[in-house]
């Protein structure tokens, strides 16, 4: 084992410095974290999910204890298991290393590694937190919350990987983890410092945010810095709103995050598969296959994401954006969502009502989808595609 791990860490070393020295501009030239690179026109989320029983799901359900009671889907009497046997297979991308948790530890020797979100992204969290965790001896690692943050210490690799709860990002009067009072939500449109200042001196960032922008309504919006929320506040369509506050995110990263050092990942919007009566998730056990995939996310809102953070930003941002491009393969797992078979707020699906109406079309049961999420989160930040590079 040694062995191997000795020469990948050999073999960033150079990159590493290269990424170190950095260019005129600040750019690095090699991204920080990369040990090598997918092939060029790779894009990890563009694929096919193939049944696989002997190698997935990669971790039990019982097995891992940092999942909750809102996820664990056996536990809460879920009938059926096939949709933890199905693995991602990008296409167009070789043989792309597997995900091999001891090489990410030692990856992550002396670094803090933070997701900041919603509810999805603190899925993918604890996904990786289970994904890890067996490689690390149960005595040299811990795990605690305290209110937005969370953090999982990893004490032998002297490394931390956090989550910090912030489901638009920026400031709102719904950011309390429980009560969310979504009716009269206004969101502060000035700099992010309630929030960010946890953020700061992060070495792997990894954010979400698009559910809370979905609910259908035009969105309040606090201008200036002022604290009385009664003031100045306008309304806009979620879509202006969206893109104003990733716009403050982006200003964010590019004055506060060294690219030589950090490497910044946004992972895309993860689809619901439809909500209330029609909910088309409700006892489905298979995905969708091939091109009869519908549509679940809104498109405007990924054009957005795209604008702001994609492509186009990467030539000329300080900070190149890792997209981790989630949105089509899960919009594929109609079957793999929590439906009745979880406990939210004290309310068991197995022990209370299980129709189709109380479905749960949004969040994922783990082992899951999530545990791909973190395959293209690996790819991306070990191995990243000359378009991620691009300088
Ligand atoms: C993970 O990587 C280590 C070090 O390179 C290697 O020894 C080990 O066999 C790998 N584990 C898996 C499951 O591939
Ligand atoms: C992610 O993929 C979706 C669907 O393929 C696409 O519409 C969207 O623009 C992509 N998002 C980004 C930020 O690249």
């Known amino acids: 084992m040694a062995k191997t791990l000795l020469a990948i860490l050999a073999l960033a070393a150079p990159f590493l410095l290269a990424a170190a020295q950095g260019e005129g501009g600040g750019r690095p030239e090699r991204l920080p974290f990369a040990v090598g690179a997918s092939p060029e026109g790779c894009d990890v989320g563009v694929g096919e999910w193939v049944r696989d029983e002997a190698a997935r799901p990669l971790y039990e359900e019982a097995s891992c204890p940092y999942i909750p009671q809102e996820l664990t889907c056996q536990a809460h009497g879920r009938p059926d298991a096939a949709y933890q046997n199905w693995r991602w297979q990008p296409r167009g991308c070789g043989e792309l290393p597997s995900f091999n948790a001891t090489v990410m530890l030692e990856m ?15 899925g ?58 979504l009716e009269e939500r206004v969101i502060r449109g000035a700099p992010m410092d309630r929030h960010s200042r946890f953020w700061k001196g992060a070495d792997v960032l990894v954010f979400n945010s698009y559910l809370w922008w979905t609910t259908g309504t035009k969105i309040q919006i606090l201008r200036g810095a002022d604290n009385d929320m009664s003031k100045d506040i306008v309304e806009m369509p979620a879509e202006e709103a969206y893109r104003l506050v990733l716009h403050q995110v982006a200003n964010w990263l590019d004055a ?136």
């Open 124 to 181: 993918q969290y604890v996904s990786l937190l289970c994904l890890l965790h067996r490689a690390i001896p149960e005595g040299s690692r811990s795990f605690e919350t305290i209110d937005a943050l969370s953090i999982f210490r990893a004490k032998d690799y002297d490394a931390t990987i956090e989550f910090y709860w912030a489901p638009l990002l920026a400031e709102s009067n719904s950011d309390a983890a429980v009560e969310h009072r």
């Open 256 to 391: 506060n995050v060294d690219p030589s050092k950090s490497r910044v990942l946004f992972v895309t919007a993860s689809p619901t598969h439809g909500g209330g009566k029609g909910n088309d998730c409700y006892g489905q056990k298979t995905p969708i296959t091939g091109d009869e995939h519908a549509s679940y996310t809104s498109r405007a809102m990924l054009k957005v994401a795209d604008e702001v953070l994609g492509g186009s930003r990467s030539r000329r941002a300080v900070v190149p954006v890792g997209v981790v491009n989630v949105t089509r393969m899960s919009e594929y797992r109609r079957d793999a969502h929590t439906q009745v078979y979880r406990e939210q707020w004290g309310k068991t699906g197995v022990a209370g009502k299980q129709e189709q109406s109380d479905a749960d079309c949004t969040h994922w049961c783990l082992p899951g989808v999530p545990d791909a999420w973190n395959e293209l989160l690996y790819w991306k930040l070990f191995f990243p595609a000359a378009d991620d590079q691009a300088l």
């Open 108 to 122: 992550l020797r002396g670094k803090r590694m933070l997701f900041v979100g919603d509810s999805l992204n603190r």
